[in-house]
């Protein structure tokens, strides 16, 4: 997941290959309430890891049901069985309503003294309607903030009042679906002597995942009868029985961005359509539909149980007209697809989405805006005309409101066939749903290397090039590649297998260097199966390094590792060569220096601190003889890019050369 204040997306061209989807929220979060409220213990398979199931854990914990997260997407749940849950308790949701709402009714039907409260986002959004419906039944809550919102105070303490089972629960459908939802999940607790009906008043929204509720309930042992969605009956003598094991199937809202790619970027030039994994045409899910409208855009779809596979068919897209009541979430997937439509797109019955993480049809509106388009907005319809000409594109930088959603329908903006970069801030939002979601576009996505950017930091031994490379590329979710890692490791296997450091043995040692089975991963540098990390930093590795690397078939054997490294969505590399041989076209080169005195204390320092003695003046005399060596030898010596920006930073921190670096990057993008 990138954490980075925000995350630029290169432009990109075409998307092929497959990714495999996280669990959906939606069923993660309805199977591990119903297994919560079940006897015995039930494996959840392929579970959602993100903050919205996270919260869910934790207050099933917080309640005393048995939590155990076995890893790789399993946990496993001991659920309570008809007993008490532990009270009272406080439960932080953060922002999941469908943590929230289902957890209020089960509690209010459970007894007990509870405190649900979530981040001030959660305290915007409505629950009043499930708590009046709640209230009629006669169970004690309270809004400790405004009536209608969270925070929310249950307290049947003296224990649960009588409940009135015997007239029909009303409940309005017409805000939001997960209401119906929470109250389908929590009655059958109650449906002991009689059927429990409830009766919905006004249109039901959102139908689609009511379906969910009533298949997941019924995997759990609950069967639900219902009259044309209006009038739901949970039969007497309702019991959750665990089934022991259940998979969660992907999420089909989130395969909504990459079915969107692969109608708009994959299947090209010939290529294979864009495989899509953990969701098909099978799905209980009902945005499984955007499939339907993605067709009616334009898109080639196959599918069978558990997969699609998605290529272009026409283009531009064809714009469309549609109720989007049966597709909400998916729905905002279709208003960036409508940028690179035929015409003017409108997506109507999207009332709900108001009262989403925000409200998204404004966010929607705005965020459109920036990139050029002409955008018109009603109380629950959007309209989105394409941009006319490539020129008209723009740059933006689009904020993402804490929206998942926002920030993953957005990331389509880059495939623009203006070769505009596209900024996402916040890019940690889709931590709700799809904490990975960057990593697996970047994955599936191409674009040509040259429009990937490289940072290029250049500069002599202990001037910090490693250092401040290392934390640009984290700010800036970049790859990092320590280049003169590369020559230490090619040294470190010259010396292991033998061969001596000498002009007379180039071939060998270029023969070595290009077959270097070199892996960098996670921080730690493996050559073969060694973990060579520690090795190679000793200043006699750094000296082998910097004669070795004075060899030119040695250095043009390891010309492809180091471009292996220019991948999405952009690279920070620090060397000696970066901008002047590697990247001579990099969009930011830095010469970064400091004065010998200055790096020889650097090092001692850095040597003391790692239990390495050394002495100063010793230090200083290798330091200088390698900065000679490096800068005097005729292949790619060590010498500042003719358009490379100096940075001495004798006198600077850390976070101050850092700072500078990441500030001359901002000042070149077009945001
Ligand atoms: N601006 C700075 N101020 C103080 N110490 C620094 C600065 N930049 C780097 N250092 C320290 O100097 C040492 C050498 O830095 P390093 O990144 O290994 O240099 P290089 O990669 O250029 O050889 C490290 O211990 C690092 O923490
Ligand atoms: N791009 C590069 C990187 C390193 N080298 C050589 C020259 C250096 O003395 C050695 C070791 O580089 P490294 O960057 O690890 O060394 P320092 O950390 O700066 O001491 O490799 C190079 O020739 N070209």
Redesign the pocket.
């Known amino acids: 997941m990138y954490s980075t204040a925000f995350l630029d997306l290169p432009p990109l061209r075409q998307a092929s290959g497959s990714v495999q989807l996280p669990g959906s929220k939606s069923i993660s979060n309805r199977v591990l309430l119903l297994a919560a409220l079940s006897e015995g213990t039930t494996e959840v398979h392929d579970l959602l890891a993100s903050d919205d199931t996270r919260v869910m854990l934790d207050a099933l914990r917080a309640l005393g049901c048995g939590v155990h997260e076995a890893g790789g997407g399993v946990a496993c749940i001991t659920g309570l069985g008809g007993r008490r849950p532990a009270s009272p308790a406080k439960l932080f949701l953060g922002n999941a309503g469908t943590a929230m709402r289902p957890l209020t009714a089960a509690l209010a039907l459970l007894g007990g003294e509870y405190e649900l409260s979530g981040i001030p986002r959660m305290h915007e959004r409505p629950i009043g309607d499930l708590v009046d419906a709640l209230r009629q039944l006669g169970c004690r809550i309270d809004c400790l903030g405004s009536e209608g919102y969270p925070p929310l105070r249950i307290d049947h303490e003296g224990g649960l009042p009588p409940l009135r089972l015997d007239a029909p629960i009303r409940v309005r459908g017409d805000v939001s679906s997960q209401f119906l939802t929470a109250l389908l999940l929590a009655l059958p607790l109650v449906a002991q002597e009689q059927d429990v009906v409830i009766e919905v008043v006004g249109a039901l929204i959102s139908r689609p995942y009511i379906h969910i509720t009533l298949e997941l309930l019924a995997r759990f042992g609950i069967a639900v009868r219902h009259d044309d969605w209006q009038r739901f009956v949970i039969p007497a003598g309702s019991q959750y029985r665990s089934p022991g094991q259940i998979h969660v199937e992907a999420d089909a809202s989130s395969a909504s961005y990459f079915i969107a790619a692969g109608a708009m970027a994959a299947g090209l030039d010939g290529q294979k359509p864009l495989k899509i994994l953990g969701v098909g045409l099978d799905s209980i899910q009902g945005d499984i539909r955007f499939v339907e409208a993605a067709q009616a855009m334009g898109a080639r779809v196959a599918g069978g149980p558990g997969w699609l596979e998605v290529g272009r068919g026409a283009w531009p897209l064809k714009a469309i007209d549609l109720d989007c009541n049966h597709i909400p979430d998916a729905a905002m997937t279709l208003a960036v697809m409508a940028l690179y439509a035929d015409g003017v797109t409108t997506l109507r019955n999207i009332a709900s989405w108001r009262v989403k993480e925000t409200d998204r049809i404004a966010a929607m509106a705005c965020e459109l805006r920036k990139l050029g388009a002409t955008v018109e907005e009603g109380p629950d319809w959007l309209s989105v005309a394409p941009l006319p000409r490539a020129a008209d594109w723009r740059a933006a930088s689009i904020h993402t409101y804490d929206d998942h959603r926002v920030a993953m329908c957005f990331s389509l903006a880059a495939f623009n066939p203006a070769g505009l970069p596209v900024r996402i801030e916040d890019p940690r939002c889709v931590g709700k749903t799809f904490p990975d979601y960057f990593e697996a576009l970047f994955a599936v996505a191409q674009t040509p290397p040259e429009r990937i950017p490289v940072i290029c930091i250049d500069g002599p031994?202990?001037s910090g090039?490693?250092t401040v490379a290392a934390q640009v590329a984290q700010q800036l979710g970049y790859h990092f590649l320590?280049?003169?890692?590369m020559?230490?490791t090619a040294a470190l296997a010259a010396m292991r297998a033998g061969i001596a450091i000498e002009a007379q043995h180039e071939p060998r040692l270029a023969e070595l260097a290009r077959h270097l089975p070199v892996r960098f991963e996670g921080g730690r540098i493996w050559l073969a199966g060694d973990d060579i990390t520690d090795a190679i930093r000793t200043e006699e590795a750094?000296m082998n390094?910097?004669r070795v690397?004075a060899l030119p078939a040695v250095r043009q054997a390891l010309v492809a590792l180091q471009l292996g490294f220019r991948r999405l969505p952009g690279l920070v590399a620090?060397?000696?060569?970066?901008g002047t041989v590697i990247f001579p076209a990099a969009p930011l080169k830095v010469f970064l220096t400091a004065s010998a005195a200055v790096r020889a204390e650097r090092r001692h320092k850095q040597l003391i601190s790692k239990g390495i003695s050394a002495t100063i003046s010793d230090l200083r005399a290798d330091l200088e003889a390698?900065d000679a060596r490096?800068a005097s030898r005729s292949a790619?010596p060590l010498k500042a890019a003719e358009d490379a920006l100096l940075l001495d930073n004798s006198l600077l921190t850390i976070d101050e050369a850092v700072a500078q670096v990441v500030a001359w990057w901002q000042a070149r993008q077009p945001f």
Request: no cysteine; net charge neutral.
């Open positions: 031994t202990a090039k490693g320590d280049s003169g890692a020559y230490r750094g390094a910097s690397s620090d060397g000696r060569d970066m390698r490096d790619s």
